[in-house]
């Protein structure tokens, strides 16, 4: 049969024939071409699932360090002067000078105020005068009881004259006295017109200028200024009750000295400060609880050589709260919170990580103190806090300064 047309091309039925075989044969290698993609897929995924697992995260670990501690108590206190004077006027007048700078240094003995003296110095003239004249007239009255002494052997006078001149010499005598005293009186105001400082410490500024009047009386004395001392210092704070009955207790089992009868050691830090910057030692602690606060008053005296520290400042007041102990220590950050509870990060044997609570102690020179929960040869992560995960593996890596390394540390 010829299946060619005219124009020598296949005829169309050889052409469907053609084309039937043809899709057949696509047909059944399909089922083989997905097969085999589907396995090349296979492989890729598994190559790609292998490559993406990434290794453990580093971590960094350290042991607890051992040490001998003392726990420290700490309280706010505020700074009060030792000595604090204020300065008023002991005698009424006119101000001639001011002889200070305000807010300077001062000692003891130099003149602040100087108030007209010239009323005080005539009455010390007039009270000279008085007392000269007394000292005459006792003079006088001596000679007379002398002479009245002689004639009365010789019964020239009678015993009642001589009576008379001994009273009399008596009357001199206590007008001399008399005159003394006032003498002393206007040199006192005299004096006193001479405003001097009665401690060293720095002085306030002045509340009076030259040309105003004064008074000197003692229930109404001006108020001129003031004076602190600044070094030494005290600072005051409040001890609650439950560290009262807690360092009471160290006492009477011999672990820690009583601050009545000994000047235990205290750190202060100012506001503003990390770390403490002055040290002390404790001076006082009073007789009672306060009613209304359970709270006893206490205080430290602190040397301030350098004046840098003023009344009325505020600090954090350290004092020795236990006797020297072995602890174990960490860095704070290695401290995490879970809820209510404080855990630190451990890394096991295994290198699995495992999540153990502690009860926390005290700062002790930026480390620390942890009380129970972790062993001297644990190994805590220090760095790397936020690549942990409870019961996954880790890579640690040993802090520096560290001497021992866990299983699969690299150094």
């Not at 006492?251 to 601050?259: D, H, K, N, Q, V």
């Amino acid at each position: 049969m010829n299946l060619t047309d005219r124009t020598g091309h296949p005829a169309p039925a050889a052409r469907l024939e053609r084309h039937s075989l043809h899709r057949f044969a696509w047909r059944s290698l399909a089922p083989v071409g997905l097969v085999f993609a589907l396995a090349l897929g296979g492989c890729d995924d598994k190559a790609q699932s292998q490559a993406a697992a990434p290794p453990p995260p580093p971590v960094t670990v350290a042991q607890p360090v051992k040490r001998t501690v003392t726990d420290w108590d700490e309280f706010t206190g505020r700074f009060d002067a030792i000595e604090e004077v204020q300065i008023r006027a002991r005698v009424g007048g006119f101000v001639n000078s001011v002889e200070f700078k305000d807010g300077a240094i001062v000692h003891a003995g130099d003149l602040l105020y100087t108030i007209d003296p010239r009323p005080f110095e005539a009455v010390a003239q007039q009270a000279e005068g008085q007392l000269a004249d007394a000292r005459a007239k006792g003079e006088l009255a001596k000679r007379d009881l002398d002479r009245g002494l002689s004639l009365v052997q010789t019964s020239a006078v009678s015993e009642q004259v001589v009576d008379q001149r001994r009273q009399a010499l008596q009357a001199a005598r206590a007008a001399e006295t008399q005159a003394e005293g006032v003498l002393k009186a206007a040199q006192l105001n005299i004096e006193f017109a001479h405003v001097i400082a009665p401690i060293t410490g720095r002085v306030s500024r002045h509340l009076v200028t030259p040309g105003n009047l004064v008074q000197g009386s003692e229930s109404g004395a001006t108020l001129l200024t003031s004076i602190v001392s600044l070094d030494p210092i005290y600072i005051y704070f409040d001890v609650d009750e439950a560290t009262y009955q807690r360092n009471s207790k160290l006492w009477f089992e011999g672990r820690r000295p009583s601050s009545r009868d000994t000047a235990n050691p205290v750190q202060v830090t100012l506001t503003g400060e990390t770390k403490p910057s002055h040290e002390g030692k404790m001076d006082f602690l009073d007789n009672r609880l306060d009613v209304s606060t359970a709270t006893l008053r206490s205080r430290a005296i602190i040397p301030n050589s350098d004046l840098s520290i003023l009344p009325g400042q505020f600090g954090r007041v350290r004092i020795i709260g236990s006797a020297p102990y072995e602890a174990l220590l960490i860095p704070d950050t290695a401290v995490a919170t879970d809820q209510s509870r404080k855990i630190v990060f451990v890394v096991k044997d295994d290198n699995t990580v495992e999540a153990r609570p502690v009860v926390l102690g005290p700062l002790d020179d930026g480390l620390r103190v942890i009380r129970e929960g972790l062993k001297a040869e644990d190994h805590v992560i220090v760095d790397g806090l936020q690549r942990a995960r409870v019961g996954a593996k880790v890579t640690p890596q040993l802090a520096k300064g560290s001497d021992k390394a866990p299983a699969g540390a690299k150094p």
